[in-house]
Each structure stands twice: as structure tokens, then as C-alpha cells.
């Protein structure tokens, strides 16, 4: 358990009168607990691991199945051992503890539980908090970026690894396996989301999942991966060149390439995330081929996309202690696709690089 | 797009005296129209692939990064472009096809975006659906059964493949990258859910995780595994034997063994989900140990648990048609933990055990 989190949770609850928050949020759980949940074991942990603060006391909810498990891995948190759902049994213990008014996060409970929770306990009032938890874990302590750092160096050493290994040939599927074999060989605690392995045209999709299809000569081979370790994640992108390809990819690469670095130079505290995204967006459109329709970046931790959002649309204001991506990119539908992808951890001293592989063009095979 | 599966959804629009549903959870949206989100996609998708059913149309929403994929999987379906949240871009759908009163899964949609979507739709009242779309999904087709048979094949065959490769001293982990390495290699479209492999002591737990604790001579090995093809799932556990055994392990395997046979042998169209849970539970407890404290068994099909359960505490008519689980177990913390799981179709001519592999007692290394 983390006092100084906890304390800042509990200043919320002054902040917005409130007696007590409840937390749902898998990543919000871990930050405040330590309890841990696979990402694909949402659907059928029930509420296993959720969180109730007050002002005094700190309680952890487990099912049969978990009670072991947020022993070991919340130990501070008094557990309270649950055989219902949520409406079921929270509404006897906010009588307890005498909770009148109660934060919940509206944006990852189910209305069903929302709604039958607010029904099973009257005496309680429930507000969203989900605004205000947000920034809670958009600066990282030097600790938590180590922690990425960790991951993302364990990503570079795949890349160099992948660099070795793929040959044309090979279907997109197979590259996806082996770099997950590297992950979870090398000591990742899983991946930080379903690889992208794209070749040739298919490049072009920004959210394309990995096919049979072969990795041919002439094809850019594109890859966005990332592992987690220590649940932080890391997220990085590279455009490969397999054999010779045709000059204005080439032209292309660069141009990304030099996106990137104008978003990366103009990183500094205060810095708006928008400004950055029309440098890049800018010197990609300079090329006379439309520019990216996502965002410039998106802020990573415990979660692979969190905040800060850096984006046309939304104004930020980049803080020391934030930990974000810069991956602009070119996608041509049918014909090819090239993105740029590094993890910067804004310090004291200014921006700091966390994923390290060359940008440089590289060609295999 | 399945007219016969759209037919009984309108039904459902009837029986309610609603004007449209809207489709949410990612096991009904891939039901009704074929698109696919992969398990760990949800958090960043953010709605798209939601339907929408009204007496004469049949939408599917995709943002830019899915509009190809909606194309290609939802062929029958018209596409509507997205750019924002459900709040605001539903509403104009809503007035455009005159729905004042719209199903929606109140179980999968956060209550954010419930509250939301009912502020910035004024004219739509908003009723949850969720209980009436699980029974749609219950019963299955030949062509479903089938799908899921072809899991079960492929689950068969990793359980042999696993049987030869695995030694004393390798670790949980080890095992469970291969298993996946198996799937991913021999044409599984994924993991139905992270695998559980536990040896010795572990194995008492329902819902470990795989670790770096080696296997060692003397432990139970329980593998709790399945894949998907065609987005159907398999499900299968076996516990094996690694080198000798202490006899009371062999007799309490024996016993869930019977167990599970009990229950299997009274699988009928009408039986009840109940009883069956009874006749492996009484088996267990004339041992003089626990029985499980989960249920005997879970629907499967397009996701890996669904409708119907078998259980102490719900009673439930089994029809011809259904698919489910019958898994029972022994658990003593901190000494030693069995479970067998098999899959049953039950058909118009009985039960039809879809998972294979042999449940006599088998020992390795």
C-alpha cells in the first residue's frame, strides 16, 4: 500500500465531500493496491478487487477465487471476502462505515451494477469521480519511469532480436508469435497489447491485426508492440524495409522520421500537446500526402493509452512526470503504410527517450 | 449477416414494444454480424462495432480505424462513420429512425454512457435488454456446435502434444507458453483465456496463474486450457501425474473422475443443472473432502462462459442444443488440487462429449 496515493485519494474525497470512493478501474486497483488482474480476466472476476476508501479505512473485495491473491498482493487493505454481486453485499458495508455519499467510476461500472448498487443502498448518494482520478496517475514518480524504462528497453532488445529474425516470407502472424515468445521468455510480465505485424499495403491500416499474409521483397514490414513489466507498459512502432523498396517510401520514412523529431524537440513543461501534433502534422503534410488521423500520442503506465492525450482536438499542458508516445505516421490505403513510434518520460531536465532503438531506415532480408 | 438470428432479435423488439436494441457486448455484436474484436481490444475500441437493430434497418458503427474491418466482416450491415462518443453521435441516429424506445445491454454499456446517452436522447427512453438476449445465444446450430467441436479437436490435440513435452523441472509459465505456441501455430484463432497450469500445491487453487514455480516429480500437473476457431471456444482441464504420485492423489482422481461421469451419465433434455451438480458433489464428499465451491459447469460458445449455468444455487433446464462444461474438483489448500473438465453438446439424440482426450490418470517424465 502506498500512503502517499492513498492520502491524495483521500483528498479527493474532501475535495468533493465525499465519505468514500469505490475503485473499479483495473489499473487504478493495482496503483492504489497492488492487486493485479490480467487484462482478459475482467469479463469473469466479478468484483474481485475493488477498492473502498474512506477516511479511516482501506478495505479490499475478493471472491473465494481471489482471497489469496489480495493477501498476498495488497497486504495493508483489510479484505472483505464476497459470495454476491456488487449490490448485493457493498450496500451492508457502506452502513458500516457510515457512507452517505459515495464516488464510484461511472465510466467502467455497468449501468446494470451502477443502477442496482443506487437502488440496494438509499442512504447513499453516488457521484462519478472518474474526471478527477485521471490525473492521479498522469505523473509518475521516478520509480513508476523506471519502471517503463524497464519495459521499454526490454522492447528495444526485441526489436534488435526481431531485426535477426524476420525473414520474407514469413507471415505477419509469425512474427507477432515470436516477439511474444521473447517477451514472456525474457522476464515481460505480458504484452501491453495485441501486436501489430503489418506488411506492404496493409501497413496502411492503423489498427490491423496480424494476418497469414507473407512478408514480401519490396513490402515495408510495420510493427507496434510493447510488453509490461511490473504492469507498466511500454509501446513502440518501427517501419521496416524488406529487400529494396520504392524511393518515396523512402521519402516517407523520412518525412516521419522528421515529424517525430520536430514533436520531440518542442517537448517542454507547459508545452501544449496540440502544438505538438501540428509540428509533426505540419512536416508530414509538406510532403504533399495527408498526415495521420490519430493523435500524436497518448500518455502510457499502467495502462497502455492513458493520460495526457496529445491530439489535434484537445488542448494539454505536459507536466513533469509525464510519460507519453510521439508516433506520428503516413498511411497510403492500398499501397503502404509507415509509422514512427517512442515512449518520452518528460523530467525536471526536460524530455527523456525511453525506447532507444535506431530511427534510422533498416533494411532486411 | 444471419437473417434467422436478425429475425429473432426483431422478435425480441416486439416482445418488448421497443423500436430498436442496441447491441453492445462483443460476443453479440460478432452474433448478429459477424464483426470481431479480439478479448484485450475493448478498453481502446471505444464503440465501434456497436449495432444497431430497428424493424428495417441493421447499422454498425465503426471510427476510422474499423470502418474497413466493418466493411469486410458485417457485409449486410450499413456503416456509419463515427468520429465521437456514443452521446454524441447516437442521438442524431436515433431521431433519423425514429426510435423512442431503445433495448440496450445495461450489463456492458459503463452507466457513463448509459446517463449520457439518455441526457443527449431526450426522446428515447432507454430499457435494458440484457437478460433477454442471453437465452438467444443458448442454443446452438449445427454449424455452431460444430465450430466448437473443432476447438475441442484442436484442444485434444494440444493435450497430446502437451503430454509428450512436458518434463519435471520445466515451469508453469514454460508450459503455458507452449500450449499457446501450439494454438497460435495450428490454426486456433486465440486463447479462449489465459490458461491455468498449476503444479503440486497450487493446483488447490481454482484460478491460479501460471508461474515460475517448476514442476516437480511427485506434483499433479492441472492444465485448464482452450482455444477458439471461428471466434467458438473449447475448454478443457486435465490433471496429470508427474512421476509417482502419493496413492491418496490417485484415489481422489479417481473420484472426480466418477464425479464428473455421474453428472454426465444424467445429461438429458429437461434435466436439471442443479441435480447434475448434486450427483458429482455427493460422489466428491463421500470421500470425505470438500467438493468444489464453483459450479459444476458454463454454457460456451462464442464466449468461453455463458448461458446456461450448472450450479448449487441456480436451477436451469438443459435443452437440446446447448453446450456447456461439467468440471468438477478437489481442492485442499496448501497440499494438492485435481479437476477434469469436459466439454458436452447436448443434441436431440443426447449428450455428445466434444473434448476427447482420455481421462484415465496419466503420468509423465
Redesign the interface.
Known amino acids: 500500500m502506498s500512503d502517499e496515493r492513498l492520502a491524495r485519494l483521500r483528498a479527493l474525497l474532501d475535495a468533493r465531500l465525499l465519505d468514500a470512493a469505490l475503485v473499479s478501474r483495473n489499473a487504478n486497483r493495482r496503483y492504489f493496491s497492488g492487486f493485479r488482474l ?7 472476476s466479478g468484483w474481485s478487487g475493488s477498492l473502498l476508501v474512506t477516511r479511516d479505512a482501506a478495505l479490499i473485495f475478493a471472491d ?3 482471497t ?1 491473491q489480495a493477501r498476498q498482493q495488497a497486504p495493508g487493505w483489510e479484505l472483505v471476502a464476497t459470495t454476491g454481486p456488487i449490490a448485493m453485499e457493498l450496500p451492508g458495508v457502506l452502513l458500516r462505515h457510515e457512507v452517505a455519499s459515495l464516488g464510484a467510476e ?10 442496482a448498487l443506487a437502488a440496494a443502498a438509499p442512504g447513499t448518494e453516488l457521484h ?1 469521480i ?1 474526471a478527477e482520478l485521471v490525473p492521479l496517475r498522469a505523473i509518475k514518480t521516478t520509480a513508476e519511469i523506471d519502471a517503463i524504462e524497464r519495459a521499454c528497453a526490454l522492447t528495444d532488445a526485441c526489436f534488435d532480436h526481431l531485426v535477426e529474425f524476420v525473414e520474407p516470407g514469413m507471415t505477419e ?1 509469425m512474427v507477432a ?1 515470436e516477439l ?2 521473447f517477451f ?2 525474457q522476464g515481460a510480465e505480458g504484452l501491453a ?2 501486436p501489430i505485424v503489418l506488411a506492404g499495403p496493409r501497413a496502411a ?3 490491423g ?1 496480424p494476418s497469414d499474409a507473407p512478408i514480401e521483397r519490396g513490402n515495408v514490414l510495420l510493427i507496434d508492440f510493447g510488453c509490461s513489466v511490473d504492469g507498466y507498459r511500454s509501446d513502440m512502432t518501427r517501419t521496416l524495409f524488406v529487400g529494396d523498396v520504392p524511393d518515396d517510401v523512402r521519402r516517407y520514412h523520412d518525412a516521419v522520421r522528421e515529424a517525430q523529431q520536430a514533436a520531440i524537440d518542442a517537448i517542454a513543461i507547459g508545452a501544449n500537446g496540440q502544438d505538438l501534433d501540428a509540428l509533426a502534422r505540419e512536416r508530414i503534410e509538406r510532403e504533399g500526402v495527408a498526415a495521420y ?2 493523435g500524436l500520442g497518448h500518455g502510457i503506465g499502467l ?3 492513458e493520460a495526457p492525450s496529445l491530439r489535434r482536438s484537445v488542448a494539454s499542458a505536459l507536466e513533469a512526470g509525464m510519460v507519453f508516445s510521439v508516433e506520428p505516421g503516413i498511411y497510403l490505403p492500398g499501397v503502404t503504410g509507415i509509422r514512427i513510434e517512442d515512449i518520452v518520460a518528460l523530467t525536471a531536465s526536460g524530455p527523456q527517450l525511453l525506447t532507444r532503438s535506431t530511427r534510422e531506415p533498416i533494411a532486411i532480408g
Chains 1, 2 share one sequence.
Not at 490480467?38 to 469473469?44: K, Q
Open positions: 490480467g487484462d482478459a480476466e475482467g469479463p469473469t473465494s477465487r481471489y489469496e461511472a465510466a467502467v461500472m455497468s449501468h446494470a451494477d451502477w443502477s462519478a472518474d502472424e508469435l511474444e515468445r514472456r521468455t497489447f495485441e491500416m492503423p489498427h491485426r488521423e490519430h495502462e497502455t493509452h
